[in-house]
Structure formats: C-alpha cells, structure tokens
C-alpha cells in the first residue's frame, strides 16, 4: 500500500555528533546503520526490522551558527511540496527551508506551522513504501506515536486538519495540563497518527515530539544512563498498559520511547 499525503514518511535526528548519537540509540534501540551515498554531507541511515526507518544529519559550524541545534523532526508526505509550502505560508506557518530536490529520493522543504513547531514535508519520487511510522501494529525500533505539543491546540488541529485531513478521535483529561487530544489519519485507510497537546510551563515552545518503540522501557531507562542521557519524564502508564518516556540525548536532543515493563 502506497504512503498518502499527510503520512509520517521518516524521522530525522539533526546532532553536532554522529558518531556519539549513533552509539547511543543503538544502545538503546538496537538500530542497525546504513550509508546514505549522499555526497558532501554526513548523513547515515537506520534500520529496523530490515526496513529504513529515519537518518542521522551532522550539523556543521556553519549551521550551528546559524542557529541550529540537535533535534529530532518529522517528515510528512504530501502529494505537491511546492503548493504544500505556499499553502503553508499562506495559513501563517514559514517556510525555514525552501522547496529541493534530492535526487532519486524526493523534493522536500522544512517548514514551521503557525505556532511554530517544525516539521518537514516531502513529496517521495523514490517509488518505496515508507515503514518508518508503524501505522497499524506495533514495531520495536520504529516511530510508534507522533505528538505535538502547542501554545494552541485549537489553531494546531484547525492548521494540520486542513493541510494534512488529520482528523480529532476523542481525547483524554489530563486535568490541570488541559486535554489530551488524539489525531487520526489516512482517510480510507483511516489509522492513529498521534496527539495534541497544550504546552507545559518546563517546555513553552510549540514542538513535535517523536517515540519510538523498545522491548523493555526498564532496559532502556538503564541504558540512557549509561550512555549519558538523561530522562525528562520517567516512564509513566498510558492506555493499553504500555509505558512512556522522555529523554534528552547526550547532545541534547529531545526523544520518546515506548514499550512494556518487563
């Protein structure tokens, strides 16, 4: 089955250190790495489960000078990446990176929506399925939930319901924190993408935040550690009995995991 416009397509960690970030999610997610073939930049491939699930991009000074800072960003296809971005634009969002082409994968461009959490959107030439975000059953080591946290749930669900036809399935109280409200996607192949959230006063910058799903959140908690992360939010129960985490690499980037207690 084909990617639709307003799938996740792939996720992407933006580091200062490749080789110290590799280590550490493979310590943690078991991720195997391939070689891009991207000349002139240091961009590296992981895997799971046989299937690319997301990149890694090594900033350089100059980008770090310019503001950059390691993070993790999502990709959305759409079907037109040039009109995606005008439309974006037009609805108060900006475009940080224009519309380009890699050549035999795609033209994308990064972009921001108008409460200004980052995102990227690709339109895919490269003819294979995305895998990256398991849609329909769980997956270790790939994206399991996609959440966004917004000074402005209302505008968030409005901007990404037009743009991407995201749509509001029910929601949770989270008490004095407002209300948790879950998204769906894909239309006739309708699946859970993930949620929105207001922003919480540690964290008053709209962002999406990705998790990714271990074997073991115990194992895992252990394994930050180890590897000199640290955790944001210590594993807490959601629905279905799983566990959620958030963490910071040792860079200092902001990451989620999921999975069971064993």
Not at 56 to 69: E, N, Q
Not at 155 to 181: C, I, L, N, S
Not at 196 to 206: A, D, F, N, R
Request: proline share 6%; with cysteine.
């Amino acid at each position: 089955m084909a990617n639709q416009h307003g799938d996740f397509i792939w996720y992407e960690l933006m580091t200062t250190a490749p080789d110290a970030a590799q280590a550490f999610y493979s310590s943690i997610l078991g991720w195997t790495w391939e070689a891009s073939g991207q000349p002139g930049m240091d961009y590296r491939l992981f895997c799971a489960n046989g299937a690319q699930v997301g990149g890694v991009m090594g900033l350089s000074k100059d980008m770090t000078d310019g503001g950059a800072r390691p993070m993790w960003a999502g990709y959305v296809g759409v079907d037109d990446v040039d009109a995606s971005a005008n439309s974006i634009m037009a609805a108060g969002g900006s475009v940080r990176m224009g519309p380009q082409d890699i050549p035999g994968i795609g033209r994308f461009a990064f972009v921001t929506d108008p409460q200004g959490a980052h995102f990227y959107i690709m339109t895919d030439t490269s003819g294979v399925e995305s895998h990256s975000f398991a849609k329909y059953e769980p997956k270790l080591g790939h994206c399991a939930w996609n959440e966004l946290a917004t000074t402005d749930p209302e505008a968030a669900k409005t901007f990404y319901g037009r743009h991407f036809g995201w749509v509001k399935d029910g929601e949770m109280d989270m008490g004095p924190m407002g209300r948790y409200e879950f998204l769906m996607a894909g239309g006739s192949n309708a699946y859970g993408i993930g949620a929105v959230m207001p922003t919480m006063p540690e964290m008053p910058v709209s962002a999406w935040s990705f998790y990714f799903r271990v074997p073991d959140i115990d194992a895992a908690v252990a394994a930050i550690a180890r590897n000199g992360g640290h955790l944001v939010q210590e594993p807490t129960e959601i629905p279905g009995g799983e566990f959620a985490l958030v963490g910071t690499d040792p860079q200092g980037a902001t990451f989620g995991l999921v999975g069971p207690k064993r």
